[in-house]
């Protein structure tokens, strides 16, 4: 059975960091593209980046809303994804969910939610003013 499991949230100051990891168990899935996307409070799910591995390589997606603050990576076995976030921002406030698709997914595909297939539970982010 496939699990995807978050960790890594809790509770931090503005202009501080976390770094999130999504840890794939069941199945190997080292091809496949993994995304993190957030839910703040009282709006819909959002993306926030993604990392695939395409014909020229691994690549990384962002979120105009964290680029240049975020930073998506993934372990040698391809099991681990992780979410290293720094410059945190109270806006940045929501539940965070690691996805992965099992597609070869890429380009602006990775940005919608309906193309993954394996969701985890999700993660807090509170990020204080």
């Known amino acids: 059975q496939v699990q995807l499991v978050e960790s890594g949230g809790g509770l931090v100051q503005a202009g501080g960091s976390l770094r999130l990891s999504c840890a794939a168990s069941?199945?190997?899935?080292?091809?496949?593209?993994t995304g993190w996307f957030r839910q703040p409070p009282g709006k819909e799910r959002e993306f926030v980046s993604a990392?695939?591995?395409?014909?020229?390589?691994?690549?990384?997606y962002y979120a105009d809303s964290v680029k240049g603050r975020f930073t998506i990576s993934r372990d040698n076995a391809g099991n681990t994804v992780y979410l290293q976030m720094s410059s945190l921002k109270p806006e940045d406030t929501a539940v965070y969910y690691c996805a992965v698709e099992e597609s070869y997914g890429s380009g602006s595909s990775l940005l919608k939610t309906e193309t993954y297939d394996y969701w985890g539970q999700g993660t807090q982010v509170t990020v204080s003013s």
């Open positions: 990392i695939s591995i395409e014909w020229r390589g691994t690549r990384a």
């Open positions: 069941g199945r190997t899935f080292s091809r496949y593209a």
